[in-house]
């Protein structure tokens, strides 16, 4: 994309910001062109904004280049880089989309392959000018985005991880003198990828602020919880600031910059800062449900310019309300021009569950950021917005409206296909299958209580959960209910569950040892009600393939136990086998064995559980007339004492 040289005065005072933008980019788009949120009118809402702002004329803009694979494999196996650079070429179409229907919310086309490859090299080459001084800034308007990738798989519209590709090699390229990188990522959705990547890497600050709802939120899970805070050497330097509800805007962001972010830059002291620019919090955004304005996202930006000279790479993610994303976008990019004074104030207070919020990771940081140790005066903290069950708003472009909608589309239950009905028959076909097909589910925890367990099949909550659960979609109950020991270890293990709270959960070590004994309740149930039963215990929402299908059920009774690779980030993604009862297989989830090394090791945290969950296991072993209470506490005493 060529752009007329900018005025002499661009050169002179003035800030020297770059723009990166390829129509090539435009070319990754669902299979057959169906509706789908992240296409390729995103980028082209911004350009035509910018072009009509008449602020192309003023900014540097260079064209895309492709990222070489050497800089895509410092974060990435060489098994993914393979998949996206040879995805295109396969053929037929059918293929592509087999192979993306393995992933979680992916999609690929003949064009996908480089329009990964100009995102990942035109956020490098942004880094890079920035890093020598050829800019002041950068702002990389690129798609597919990236922050959801992890080291092996694309995920969530995500391909590569086009902000971890180029701080890799800022860091990398010594002559460049960056040593210290902070990457902020606004975007709605948790950064899980780029987290993960640099986890243990004390150079790179990461901070994420990001809806979570206790694990519910996309990408679900513990992964943007507060308490995960980087792995030694760098305990401290990953910060998660997990929302607990929609609808934050403004102020909610603000005080989280004021008193988490800005304190703890200040002492981080970063030679460069990358933004991963997700505009789905702004307001009117299908996906997000927050509310940030564009003259919010201005003030964000600002307060980040003060850092490391106003070094900033911003690299486009999220976003898909094409107003509000263009909007957003010219607002940053009129900031980094310094082009007027910004107002770093709002009217209006943040909710009482930010300040809620934001105590909590001061509170887990504080031994690593001194300066957040200080307790925030109550003054401050009860000063709040009340927070609305009900906001309306007739337009995404009423940005001074404090009230929106908050109706929000899930990614992963996001259809490709031409027609809703697509998705639909095909769950429908593999639920049909699964329906005729039975299991004993074994539980060893908290379903051991059949009122709990049933939770799961009919939906709701059982005494001591914190969130219901939706139900399986046919909830019939157990045909049959039976007990049986097996020769595995019982523990608890973890901090805290969205779930259940503060306490330890239940885990059964998937190693037989013939000298333990744990006690199972058994529920005779259909392949297809075990599936949701899986899909709830692991956090996810994609229903629209099974995980453990007729195949898996074959090949167990062989291979004893199934890591359930699209569901790795639950703690539940691992079925296990333990026999047969009456010809009919007996199947349990656990962790895996890596877990319990963990575990073991210490890196995941034994814990004891909560009276409220301890309970439940009571009252299961007790109705089901294997203990008696005394004896239960006993038996759930001993495991939760004992060394594993």
Request: hydrophobic share 35%; glycine share 6%; aromatic share 10%.
């Amino acid at each position: 994309m060529e752009c007329p040289p900018p005025p002499d005065h661009v050169h002179g005072t003035q800030r020297r910001v770059g723009l990166v933008y390829d129509e090539r980019m435009c070319k990754h788009s669902t299979p057959k062109g169906e509706p789908h949120p992240e296409n390729p009118n995103r980028i082209r809402a911004i350009w035509n904004k910018l072009t009509s702002t008449q602020l192309l004329h003023r900014c540097m803009v260079f064209d895309a280049k492709e990222v070489e694979d050497k800089y895509i494999a410092a974060v990435h196996t060489s098994n993914q880089i393979n998949l996206i650079k040879t995805i295109s070429s396969q053929k037929p179409a059918s293929k592509r989309n087999r192979v993306a229907s393995k992933y979680n919310s992916i999609y690929f086309n003949e064009g996908s392959s480089e329009s990964a490859y100009l995102a990942a090299g035109s956020v490098l080459e942004a880094a890079e000018k920035v890093a020598k001084g050829e800019l002041n800034s950068a702002f990389a308007i690129v798609r597919p985005p990236g922050h959801h990738a992890e080291e092996d798989e694309p995920m969530g519209f995500c391909l590569f991880n086009n902000v971890a590709i180029a701080t890799s090699f800022l860091l990398n390229q010594k002559e460049l003198g960056i040593n210290k990188i902070l990457i902020v990522d606004w975007d709605v959705h948790h950064g899980n990828g780029t987290q993960k990547m640099f986890y243990k890497d004390s150079n790179v600050l990461f901070f994420s602020v990001h809806r979570h709802e206790f694990g519910s939120f996309y990408p679900t899970g513990d992964d943007g919880s507060h308490i995960m805070i980087g792995e030694e050497p760098s305990a401290g330097y990953n910060i998660n600031v997990p929302w607990e509800n929609g609808q934050c805007g403004d102020a909610d962001y603000i005080a989280v910059w004021d008193h988490i972010l800005i304190p703890v830059a200040t002492e981080f002291n970063p030679d460069i800062i990358i933004i991963s620019a997700g505009f789905d919090a702004a307001i009117g955004d299908p996906l997000g449900g927050c509310r940030i304005t564009p003259h919010g996202y201005s003030i964000l930006l600002k307060k980040l310019m003060k850092f490391s000279s106003g070094k900033i790479i911003m690299a486009l993610e999220g976003g898909y309300s094409l107003n509000s994303l263009a909007n957003s976008v010219v607002a940053c990019v009129e900031t980094l021009l310094e082009d007027k004074p910004i107002s770093e104030s709002v009217d209006v207070y943040p909710f009482e569950s930010t300040w809620t919020v934001i105590k909590a990771v001061r509170e887990e940081l504080r031994t690593f950021w001194p300066i957040l140790a200080e307790k925030l005066p109550e003054e401050l903290t009860t000063k709040v917005t009340p927070q609305l069950q009900i906001y309306s708003s007739q337009s995404e472009d009423e940005y001074d409206d404090d009230l929106q909608e908050d109706v929000t589309i899930p990614l992963s239950k996001l259809s490709l296909s031409e027609d809703d009905k697509v998705t639909a028959t095909s769950s429908r076909a593999w639920r049909s299958e699964l329906s005729t097909v039975h299991v004993w589910y074994a539980s060893f925890g908290s379903s051991m209580s059949e009122s709990r367990f049933l939770c799961y099949i009919q939906g709701g909550q059982a005494e001591g959960m914190k969130k219901p659960c939706r139900g399986a979609v046919d909830k019939t109950k157990p045909t049959e209910v039976m007990w049986k020991m097996v020769p595995h270890r019982l523990f608890f293990g973890r901090e805290s569950t969205v779930t259940w709270g503060p306490g330890g959960v239940a885990f059964l070590n998937p190693e037989i040892n013939n000298q333990e004994k744990t006690f199972m309740c058994l529920y005779r149930i259909t392949l297809e009600q075990f599936n949701d039963v899986l899909l709830q215990e692991n956090v996810c929402t994609d229903t629209n393939s099974p995980f453990f299908d007729l195949d898996a059920l074959d090949s167990i009774e062989y291979e004893k136990n199934i890591s359930l690779k699209a569901l790795k980030d639950g703690w539940y993604h691992n079925v296990v086998y333990l026999g047969k009862e009456n010809d009919i297989p007996i199947l349990t989830m656990t962790c895996t064995d890596a877990h319990v090394e963990g575990f073991k090791s210490g890196k995941i945290p034994i814990c004891a559980p909560a009276k409220g969950y301890a309970d439940t296991l009571v009252r299961g072993l007790v109705q089901g007339k294997q203990l008696s209470e005394d004896e239960a506490f006993a038996y759930i005493q001993e495991a939760a004492t004992k060394p594993l």
